[in-house]
């Protein structure tokens, strides 16, 4: 079993900045790519921004420039910078892992935190 917690949420005022954090744990083998997906009521989730094992990123268009994804492999942590944020990226966010796990060896799976809400007020 995989477990992703996310910290970092929280009300931040237009131009704030927040660092959202999540870091993995349980049987895992191997992290592929991690990234971060955010939700709004009645819309699909979206990506935000996500990070491949090897350190190739993609972002979505309404956040480029404006955040950085990074992660430290050594603490199974992937991580989201969010700079100069606005009102319309009030969401929950959603951390996202694929991950080899040491009692299936062959199969990569997808697992998800449980979200943290990201509230910014104008």
């Known amino acids: 079993q995989v477990q992703l917690v996310e910290l970092g949420g929280g009300l931040v005022q237009a131009g704030g900045s927040l660092r959202l954090s999540c870091a993995a744990s349980?049987?895992?083998?191997?992290?592929?790519?991690m990234g971060w997906y955010r939700q709004v009521p009645g819309s699909q989730r979206e990506l935000v921004a996500r990070m491949t094992s090897d350190g190739n990123t993609n972002y979505a268009d309404s956040v480029k420039g404006r955040c950085t994804i990074s992660r430290d492999d050594a603490k199974n942590t992937v991580y989201l910078q969010m700079n100069s944020l606005k009102p319309e990226d009030t969401a929950v966010y959603y951390c996202?892992?694929?991950?080899?796990?040491?009692?299936?060896?062959?199969?990569?799976?997808?697992?998800w935190g449980q979200g943290t809400q990201v509230t910014v007020s104008s």
């Open positions: 996202n892992a694929r991950v080899v796990t040491t009692t299936a060896r062959n199969v990569e799976y997808i697992y």
């Open positions: 349980g049987n895992i083998f191997s992290l592929g790519s």
